[in-house]
């Protein structure tokens, strides 16, 4: 410890006041391992690239072979012996150049346009639809200006840098609560903004700093969660020192201030996404090659795939988890959590160096791929004939092929469920949860729309999640996109499962309430499935009432007509969102770059796995067939 102290006060990277106060935060306690992680993690130049490359060698790990290697030792002495070794002088060139799938593959690189240009930019040959509801060109640019000046007020500085976005900024809140926090969820509508409009610095110091706090110390009543957790979110704390000194601290919160002291399961998964997307977007993939990087994901792949008592494949994680986080009844095995899970497990596969210490990791991956999309396409899926099916299920089927194999009694079906679902098949979509004996039928949309972006579901499961959005779009966008979820939880459902929440009471908020930052997230869904026509739709509702309404966090109501009762007004992922949304409908390529086709190579390996156990022929065709499900 006294050694990496030395090491700061000598190194050229950050001031060192900022970095010392990490090390006072940690336990004394910590077993080897995850020291040696941490100032491993410390004797990094935040600023400069690791001058240790390795090369990519993607996609030679076999699959369907060998056991999980969850050991963050194994990691983290994998971290030292790579840190500790030879360093190579890097050819700037090699940047450019990627080695995907054993391709070369030119990495887009963002060039700024100039005003007059975007304007004429042309969205798969239909932006001219979002001018023609009656908004002025000069209004809409205004609107647009107005947002970034917003958003730009909104960056946090940790020692002269940019390092996030606080969640709200509203001057005349005067109880922001934790709102004056750099969330790690609410970041990334920001972050897409800035990478896409040319600025990366601010996203590869987030990056960086919340990879510092994974490692800090964290409790709860005496409890340390597991290695690997990234904070919800972060505050830049400043302390007097002598004189008229100031130091700068950074207080993350691992949900031991959170309401409800709720674990952040989400924030890790979007921190890979976001690697990925930065990647992407700058051409900059010396970052997610870096050494503490490359542990960062491994430490948060390893948390999530430990083994325990779960029979799924899925990630069990307890109410409050994501997005929404307060009890709404979303414990289990949630949707938007098994999504951004797949997202996550799709993102490290893709930028895992592979070695000898980690191929059993990228093969559990893959292994893990396949099953959870194997299950969620089988098992979450509902349109009318499935639903149909559910509710003439036989119960109580003891044997390895039952039909009902969740024991999901037919009562379940609730009538809202039967009068709402439409009568064609070409609409469905993914169910909010799955356990035994309880299938959550509410309509979750972050999940739905992230299994799209990410192909968690099949192509035609996700054209039907999208035609079911349209034909509802009074009940799922209504006056102002987009439903967190659908229905609301009402009288006695609302007592019990949300625990009597005034914040949470039906059209509001978390329960039925409509959130604006999901458009950033519907637009991209759009773009994937090829209908940038229904996103452009979405955004011109929103852009019409943003503004002036003072871009709140979410509205009430069945159709979302009012600003919500406790709404934050000037939320930073609103005005972030918005932002993305037109963004990527002006740059059609940098959006194709965020998210995932289909993958036959992970199909196959889940039909191999079933084969095994006799019950599926394994062969592409199989594969094949089975993305019509
Ligand atoms: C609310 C939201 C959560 C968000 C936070 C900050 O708690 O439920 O998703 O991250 O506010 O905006």
Same mark, same amino acid.
């Given at each position: 410890?006294?050694?990496?102290?030395?090491?700061?006060?000598?190194?050229?990277?950050?001031?060192?006041?900022? *970095?010392?106060?990490?090390?006072?935060?940690?336990?004394?306690?910590?077993?080897?391992?995850?020291?040696?992680?941490?100032?491993?993690?410390?004797?990094?130049?935040?600023?400069?690239?690791?001058?240790?490359?390795?090369?990519?060698?993607?996609?030679? +790990?076999?699959?369907?072979?060998?056991?999980?290697?969850?050991?963050?030792?194994?990691?983290?002495?994998?971290? #030292?012996?790579?840190?500790?070794?030879?360093?190579?002088?890097?050819?700037?060139?090699?940047?450019?150049?990627?080695?995907?799938? =054993?391709?070369?593959?030119?990495? *887009?690189?963002? @060039?700024?346009?100039?005003?007059?240009?975007?304007?004429? @930019?042309?969205?798969?040959?239909?932006? %001219?639809?979002? !001018?023609?509801?009656?908004?002025?060109?000069?209004? #809409?640019?205004?609107?647009?200006?107005?947002?970034?000046?917003?958003?730009?007020?909104?960056?946090?500085?940790?020692?002269? %840098?940019?390092?996030?976005?606080?969640?709200?900024?509203?001057?005349?809140?005067?109880?922001?609560?934790?709102?004056?926090?750099?969330? &790690?969820?609410?970041? +990334?509508?920001?972050?897409?903004?800035?990478?896409?409009?040319?600025? =990366?610095?601010? +996203? #590869?110091?987030?990056?960086? $700093?919340?990879?510092?706090?994974?490692?800090?110390?964290?409790?709860?009543?005496?409890?340390?969660?597991?290695?690997?957790?990234?904070?919800?979110?972060?505050?830049?704390?400043?302390?007097?020192? @002598?004189?008229?000194?100031? @130091?700068?601290?950074? !207080?993350?919160?691992?949900?031991?201030?959170?309401?409800?002291? +709720?674990?952040?399961?989400?924030?890790?998964?979007?921190?890979?996404?976001?690697?990925?997307?930065?990647?992407?977007?700058?051409?900059?993939?010396?970052?997610?090659?870096?050494?503490?990087?490359?542990?960062?994901?491994?430490?948060?792949?390893?948390?999530?795939?430990? !083994?325990?008592?779960?029979?799924?494949?899925?990630?069990?994680?307890?109410?409050?988890?994501?997005?929404?986080?307060? #009890?709404?009844?979303?414990?289990?095995?949630?949707?938007? &959590?098994?999504?951004?899970?797949?997202?996550?497990?799709?993102?490290?596969?893709?930028?895992?160096?592979?070695?000898?210490?980690?191929?059993?990791?990228?093969?559990?991956?893959?292994?893990?791929?396949?099953?959870? /999309?194997?299950?969620?396409?089988?098992?979450?899926?509902? !349109?009318?004939?499935? &639903?149909?099916?559910?509710?003439? $299920?036989?119960?109580?089927?003891?044997?390895?092929?039952?039909?009902?194999?969740?024991?999901? $009694?037919?009562?379940?079906?609730?009538?809202?469920?039967?009068?709402?679902?439409?009568? /064609?098949?070409?609409?469905?979509?993914?169910?909010?949860?799955?356990?035994?004996?309880?299938?959550?039928?509410?309509?979750?949309?972050?999940?739905? *729309?992230? %299994?799209?972006?990410?192909?968690? =579901?099949?192509?035609?499961?996700?054209?039907?999640?999208?035609?079911?959005?349209?034909?509802?779009?009074?009940?799922?966008?209504?006056?102002?996109?987009?439903?967190?979820?659908?229905?609301?939880?009402?009288?006695?459902?609302?007592?019990?499962?949300?625990?009597?929440?005034?914040?949470?009471?039906?059209?509001?908020?978390?329960?039925?309430?409509?959130?604006?930052?999901?458009?950033?997230?519907?637009?991209?869904?759009?773009?994937?499935?090829?209908?940038?026509?229904?996103?452009?739709?979405?955004?011109?509702?929103?852009?019409?009432?943003?503004?002036?309404?003072?871009?709140?966090?979410?509205?009430?109501?069945?159709?979302?007509?009012?600003?919500?009762?406790?709404?934050?007004?000037?939320?930073?992922?609103?005005?972030?969102?918005?932002?993305?949304?037109?963004?990527?409908?002006?740059?059609?390529?940098?959006?194709?770059?965020?998210?995932?086709?289909?993958?036959?190579?992970?199909?196959?390996?889940?039909?191999?796995?079933?084969?095994? /156990?006799?019950?599926?022929?394994?062969?592409?065709?199989?594969?094949?067939?089975?993305?019509? &499900?």
């Amino acid at each position: 410890m006294m050694n990496a102290k030395a090491f700061l006060e000598n190194s050229t990277m950050r001031p060192s006041k900022c *970095l010392l106060r990490a090390f006072t935060r940690l336990s004394p306690s910590r077993d080897t391992a995850f020291q040696s992680h941490h100032s491993r993690c410390i004797n990094q130049n935040i600023n400069n690239q690791d001058p240790y490359r390795i090369t990519k060698l993607r996609n030679v +790990v076999q699959f369907c072979t060998n056991t999980p290697s969850s050991v963050t030792t194994q990691v983290a002495s994998e971290a #030292r012996n790579l840190s500790a070794s030879r360093t190579c002088t890097k050819d700037p060139t090699l940047d450019k150049i990627i080695s995907k799938n =054993g391709l070369n593959v030119k990495p *887009l690189t963002v @060039e700024r346009l100039e005003e007059d240009e975007k304007d004429e @930019e042309v969205v798969n040959g239909d932006v %001219s639809n979002i !001018d023609k509801d009656g908004l002025e060109n000069v209004r #809409r640019k205004e609107i647009e200006e107005e947002a970034w000046r917003l958003l730009r007020q909104s960056v946090v500085t940790y020692c002269g %840098s940019p390092v996030g976005t606080m969640a709200a900024n509203d001057p005349t809140d005067t109880a922001p609560l934790n709102y004056d926090q750099v969330f &790690i969820r609410d970041f +990334v509508p920001s972050a897409l903004a800035f990478l896409m409009k040319g600025e =990366g610095e601010i +996203v #590869r110091n987030f990056l960086l $700093y919340t990879l510092q706090l994974q490692s800090w110390e964290k409790t709860v009543d005496c409890y340390s969660p597991g290695q690997g957790l990234m904070p919800a979110s972060f505050k830049v704390r400043t302390s007097p020192l @002598e004189e008229d000194k100031f @130091e700068e601290v950074l !207080d993350p919160d691992f949900g031991e201030s959170a309401i409800g002291r +709720v674990a952040p399961v989400d924030s890790g998964l979007w921190w890979i996404i976001l690697l990925r997307a930065y990647g992407k977007i700058t051409g900059d993939y010396s970052l997610q090659e870096r050494v503490d990087v490359q542990t960062g994901i491994k430490m948060i792949a390893n948390l999530c795939l430990a !083994d325990g008592f779960d029979m799924f494949p899925t990630l069990l994680v307890t109410d409050g988890s994501c997005m929404i986080d307060r #009890r709404m009844g979303i414990h289990g095995h949630p949707l938007e &959590i098994q999504a951004l899970f797949y997202s996550a497990l799709r993102s490290s596969r893709e930028m895992i160096t592979i070695n000898d210490s980690s191929k059993n990791l990228v093969r559990t991956i893959n292994n893990r791929l396949s099953a959870i /999309s194997f299950h969620i396409r089988e098992n979450y899926w509902v !349109d009318k004939g499935k &639903i149909n099916e559910i509710y003439r $299920y036989k119960t109580e089927e003891y044997s390895t092929d039952a039909t009902n194999k969740f024991n999901i $009694y037919p009562d379940q079906v609730s009538p809202w469920l039967m009068d709402w679902i439409p009568e /064609s098949h070409r609409c469905g979509f993914l169910v909010g949860n799955l356990q035994p004996a309880h299938m959550d039928f509410r309509f979750f949309t972050l999940g739905n *729309l992230w %299994s799209i972006i990410s192909s968690l =579901g099949t192509p035609k499961q996700n054209q039907a999640i999208l035609n079911l959005i349209e034909e509802k779009w009074d009940d799922l966008i209504g006056h102002m996109p987009l439903k967190i979820c659908f229905p609301a939880l009402e009288s006695s459902e609302w007592h019990i499962i949300t625990g009597s929440d005034p914040k949470n009471t039906p059209w509001s908020y978390h329960n039925g309430g409509s959130w604006p930052t999901l458009l950033w997230q519907f637009t991209l869904a759009c773009m994937k499935m090829g209908r940038p026509e229904l996103a452009v739709k979405a955004v011109t509702l929103a852009e019409k009432r943003l503004q002036a309404d003072r871009w709140p966090e979410y509205y009430d109501t069945r159709y979302g007509k009012f600003i919500g009762k406790k709404s934050r007004l000037y939320q930073t992922w609103t005005i972030a969102g918005f932002l993305t949304a037109k963004q990527l409908l002006q740059n059609p390529e940098m959006a194709s770059s965020l998210f995932w086709e289909e993958d036959f190579e992970l199909l196959e390996t889940c039909v191999c796995v079933l084969t095994k /156990s006799g019950r599926k022929s394994c062969s592409r065709a199989a594969a094949k067939s089975q993305i019509l &499900i």
